[in-house]
Nanobody, 112 residues
Framework: QGQLVESGGGLVQAGGSLRLSCAAS????????VNWYRRAPGKERERVAT????????YYAASVKGRFTISRDNAKKEAYLQMNSLKPEDTAIYYC?????WGQGTQVTVSS
């Protein structure tokens, strides 16, 4: 079992940007996908983005495509989610996921 720690959340105005980071430990990192999920109040958890082990393939939910960018640095055992043109509906707790490991989440709040 490994550990994931997210950081980078905060309060931002609509149209602004944030960069989330996910630091992994306790596992070999460069062997599997990394996912970012989010859960907004009163809503189901939503997979936002996925990146494969080598960083050569990505997936984005339709709601964030063109605004969010997922990346990873296997040497540092870190993954990132660059979020641009943020909207109030992006307000949620964002979680990093790698295999069966989950981070504690980081709150993103976008004000209108």
């Amino acid at each position: 079992q490994g550990q994931l720690v997210e950081s980078g959340g905060g309060l931002v105005q609509a149209g602004g940007s944030l960069r989330l980071s996910c630091a992994a430990s306790g596992r070999t990192f460069a062997i599997d996908d990394v996912n970012w999920y989010r859960r907004a109040p009163g809503k189901e958890r939503e997979r936002v983005a996925t990146i494969n082990w080598s960083g050569t393939s990505t997936y984005y939910a339709a709601s964030v495509k063109g605004r969010f960018t997922i990346s990873r640095d296997n040497a540092k055992k870190e993954a990132y989610l660059q979020m641009n043109s943020l909207k109030p509906e992006d307000t949620a707790i964002y979680y990093c996921n790698f295999r069966s490991d989950w981070g504690q989440g980081t709150q993103v709040t976008v004000s209108s």
